[in-house]
């Protein structure tokens, strides 16, 4: 299991970028699909990015498809999310997660999530 500590949030121009990034401790990270999630106030979480352990494969909902991108440095098990030409929708608190199951990752099924990263897009 994963434990993520969430940063890089901030308050940000719409239009603007911002990197976020995901230390998580564990042996386990390397192994681990790793996934972004986001949830805006008053709202389910949702699905953000996904990658997986060997760095073969990413997956973006259309929502962010273009603008985000995820990646992985193993060496530091840390995971990051460039997210660019932001939008005032993009505003919600961000949160990384993983698991040694794709469909699992994809899904959210975790049983604990770290405290997230807030990210605020103005206009």
């Not at 990015?49 to 990413?58: E, P």
């Not at 794709?102 to 206009?123: E, I, M, P, R, Y």
Request: with cysteine; hydrophobic share 35%; charged share 20%.
């Amino acid at each position: 299991q994963v434990h993520p500590v969430e940063s890089g949030g901030g308050l940000v121009q719409a239009g603007g970028s911002l990197r976020l990034s995901c230390a998580a401790s564990g042996r386990a990270f390397s192994t681990y699909h790793m996934a972004w999630f986001r949830q805006a106030p008053g709202k389910e979480r949702e699905f953000v990015a996904a990658i997986k352990w060997d760095d073969t494969t990413t997956y973006y909902p259309d929502s962010v498809e273009g603008r985000f991108t995820i990646s992985r440095d193993d060496a530091k098990n840390t995971l990051y999310l460039q997210m660019n030409s932001l939008k005032r929708e993009d505003t919600a608190v961000y949160y990384c997660n993983g698991d040694d199951n794709w469909v699992a990752t994809l899904l959210g099924d975790f049983t604990s999530w770290g405290q997230g990263t807030q990210v605020t897009v103005f206009s």
